[in-house]
């Protein structure tokens, strides 16, 4: 399901515009993004929580990989996000 069918099924159901829906959606997005970025944790009540979670550097150097030695470039510590389902969407499935 896409942005604009998404915004579509919101909008029928509360009676509003799609525009305004995809609107709101729009700013959720930003709202989010900001709130991970500085606090680290931001939870959408009954759908998801997103986190972010520091990868560690690698070293470079050789390693076995399918049994076969192969030469592995250094990687720079870096911050990623997760996002986790609620209990309530796991237990549905």
């Known amino acids: 399901m ?3 069918a998404i915004a579509a099924a919101i909008a029928e159901e509360h009676e509003l515009k799609k525009g305004v829906c995809s609107k ?3 700013s959720l997005a930003a709202l989010a993004a900001s ?3 500085k606090t ?3 939870i959408i009540p009954g759908v998801t929580m ?3 979670r520091v990868k560690p550097a690698t070293k470079a ?3 076995e990989i399918f049994g076969k030695e192969v030469m ?3 990687k720079p510590a870096k911050t990623i996000v997760k996002a986790y389902p609620v209990a309530a969407i796991k237990k549905s499935i």
Do not use: H, N, P, Q
Request: glycine share 14%.
């Open 24 to 26: 709101i959606m729009d």
């Open 72 to 74: 592995v470039k250094a």
């Open 40 to 42: 680290g944790k931001f």
């Open 61 to 63: 150097g050789k390693r």
């Open 2 to 4: 896409g942005k604009s």
């Open 35 to 37: 709130e991970v970025k």
């Open 50 to 52: 997103l986190k972010t």
